[in-house]
C-alpha cells in the first residue's frame, strides 16, 4: 500500500514556475514508477507526464513538453514536477500517482494508487 500527497500548488501569473511535490509513504515506492496527471473543471483528468521507477526514463505529454520536468528522490520517496512557463491552460488539479500495471502508462489504468490533488490555478 503507497499513500500519495501532493503539495505545492497554488495561483500564479502566466509565463511563471511552480515545482509540485508528491510525497509518498508506505512500501515499495522505488517500486513504483509514478505519473502526474490533470484535470481541468468540466474536463477529463489527462496524462502530464511519467517517470520509471528508477528516475531513468521520463515521457511527457505534447502539452507539456519543454515545459515541465518530472523527476524523483527514492531517498525521499518523493517525485516531483517543476512547472515552467506555466499558462493559463496548464490550470487544473494536478494528481500523482504510482504504479506498474501494464504498457500504457499514460493511461489512469496503469496506476494502483493516486493522491488528493493540489491545485494550480494560472491567471493571464
Known amino acids: 500500500q503507497v499513500h500519495l500527497v501532493e503539495s505545492g500548488g497554488g495561483l500564479v501569473q502566466a509565463g511563471d514556475s511552480l515545482r509540485l511535490s508528491c510525497a509518498a509513504s508506505g512500501r515499495g515506492f522505488s517500486n513504483y514508477a509514478m505519473g502526474w496527471f490533470r484535470q481541468a473543471p468540466g474536463k477529463e483528468r489527462e496524462f502530464v507526464a511519467h517517470?520509471?521507477?528508477?528516475?531513468?526514463?521520463?515521457y511527457y505529454d505534447n502539452s507539456v513538453k519543454g515545459r515541465f520536468t518530472i523527476s524523483r528522490d527514492n531517498a525521499k520517496n518523493t517525485v516531483y514536477l517543476q512547472m515552467n512557463s506555466l499558462k493559463p491552460e496548464d490550470t487544473a488539479v494536478y494528481y500523482c500517482a504510482a504504479g506498474r500495471s501494464g504498457p500504457y502508462y499514460e493511461t489512469s489504468d496503469y496506476y494502483n494508487y493516486w493522491g488528493q490533488g493540489t491545485q494550480v490555478t494560472v491567471s493571464s
Open positions: 517517470i520509471t521507477w528508477s528516475g531513468s526514463s521520463q
